[in-house]
């Protein structure tokens, strides 16, 4: 990862990045709960854009891996509001693909919900909307409404893994699942049926709650949380892949010449 870049927020931390160069919508890939741009999906899903002539941008939330801040200032206003200005520094205008994994995937939805006219279409690997409500009981949530931190065993490294209450009380102002979510570009959701995290039932609600008629839910028997064996890994690029498809197709019927009635 020779290619890193950083871009400096105004009056905020500075944001690391990769970007490349490309046609068609730009594919943006955006990372869990104290992940990063360096991990198996994010770099496979880049190599790909690249070897296809796509764009594509990863990035570090700020706190995140090589990223400035502090990530116990993190949100999902303050990530989401980092990835727009990303967006419009670097490929203003154009059309976009989100890609998010868990909260990424959550991520991908209120960006998507601040720019629906620039979205063309939005992958989810687990994605975790609404989990500072369904993801904590009530015990833990009272905790973090008094300010205090929550600490949970991490399966996935030797530190535990804390919830900041900051980060609580802004996810729970930024629920979706409750009401219908106005996006209609077409989705396309991954994830595992093992998965101890996320439970696989959250996509079905996210496919329920979008207002768009073209979502697809594909569940993995064996799959757990992180989906990034190699199997998973071909199917979320495969996913990828068929989205482009279908999107390019899309745009070259809307340039076809309307067809001639029949005499």
Request: one cysteine or more; a negative charge; glycine letters at 10%.
């Amino acid at each position: 990862m020779t290619d890193i870049a950083f871009h400096d927020l105004p009056g905020g931390p500075r944001l690391a990045y990769r970007f490349a160069q490309g046609t068609g919508p730009v594919l943006v890939f955006l990372p869990g709960y104290k992940s990063d741009m360096a991990g198996s999906k994010a770099c496979a899903l880049f190599d790909r854009a690249r070897e296809m002539g796509r764009a594509a941008l990863l990035l570090d939330y700020s706190g995140c891996g090589l990223s400035g801040g502090d990530f116990a200032q993190g949100t999902l206003a303050r990530w989401r509001d980092e990835i727009l200005a990303l967006v419009a520094a670097l490929c203003p205008g154009r059309e976009l693909v989100l890609c998010g994994s868990s909260m990424g995937g959550w991520l991908m939805l209120l960006v998507a919900l601040a720019i629906p006219a620039q979205v063309a279409g939005l992958v989810g690997v687990a994605p975790a909307p609404d989990f500072t409500e369904w993801g904590f009981d009530d015990a833990q949530q009272a905790l973090l409404a008094t300010g205090e931190v929550l600490y949970e065993a991490n399966p996935y490294g030797p530190e535990p893994t804390p919830t900041h209450p900051g980060f609580w009380a802004d996810g729970q102002g930024q629920r979706l699942l409750g009401r219908p979510i106005a996006l209609d570009c077409p989705v396309r959701l991954l994830h595992g049926q093992a998965d101890p995290d996320v439970p696989w039932a959250i996509s079905l609600r996210l496919a329920e709650a979008l207002r768009s008629a073209d979502v697809q839910v594909t569940l993995i028997k064996d799959g757990d949380h992180r989906l990034s064996r190699e199997t998973d890994i071909a199917l979320l690029v495969d996913t990828v892949e068929r989205l482009f498809a279908a999107l390019a197709q899309s745009f070259a019927q809307s340039l076809a010449p309307p067809a001639i009635p029949a005499a």
